[in-house]
């Protein structure tokens, strides 16, 4: 027990616990669509703080501070989202230019060298950072039964989840620290999203996505060394979790709830399969 409590990660997920049952309260209490789309990336900046116990200044130097501003910058385009009138095409632009913008900042140190398998990386990072944010945005457009922002947060808190043994294994353990982190704080806030819906919950999806869509390009094109194959089975929770709720019966869909947690756990199914495949393809970064 006392080794489970003093794990270098326990501060980190605490602290994507308080943030996010803050920010849940927040969106309860206060009627604010704002408010709503704000908070994964502040719950991102809490994780930040508590895994480099910094606020990098500006304009930032390195992949690791320049996640901190990705927050704060993707902030601006989720509020500019906060309409009703913002349609499919503006909000898939949006996703689609913030992968690719998030992906080019991050690599902006090695492309002075060009090298052709970078910019393969940087496309297939932006492509696949669009493709699950698009995902993620149309499951919010189904306003059909259970709220859909609710799940599409749960999503992306399964795609950190995912994300993070390939992250620990690429040598990065902050990543892995900032993902677990991350993904609690966005289990608390889609737990109050689904009590409290919000019609233009796309805004906070966009925020959370590029804040997480950070963290895989810095681990990709910086660190270098994350698995092709695992990272590629990274977009499949969005993929189950969003095939998973179109296909419960009619009368499971009326019980939120329900939906949401099958939904979830389902959206983890690749986890083992990851993991498997890291201890496969390369040698255990926890030693011995």
Partial sequence: MGTFIDNPMMPIIVAGLVSGIGCALLRIL???SVVNGLAPPAVFLAVYYATYQKVP?????????KLFYIALFTALPATSLVR????ALRRAVLASATSVLVAIWIAAPRLSQPDPMLFAWIAGVAVGGAVVLWLLDRIVRDSKGTPREALALSFLGAT?????PVALFGGSSTSL??????AAALGVVSLAALLRPDPVGHAAVLAGG???AGVVDTVVLITQ???PIALTLVILPAFLGTGVSSLLPENLRKRAVLVWLISGICALAPLPLIVALLFLR???????
């Fill in 210 to 212: 590029a804040c997480l």
């Fill in 282 to 288: 390369h040698e255990s970064p926890l030693g011995t």
């Fill in 30 to 32: 206060v009627a604010s």
């Fill in 57 to 65: 200044g500006f304009p930032a130097v390195g992949a690791t501070n």
């Fill in 177 to 182: 620290g900032l993902c677990l982190g991350f």
């Fill in 160 to 164: 950190a989840v995912a994300f993070a």
């Fill in 225 to 227: 060394r994350a698995d």
């Fill in 84 to 87: 009703k009138s913002a349609g």
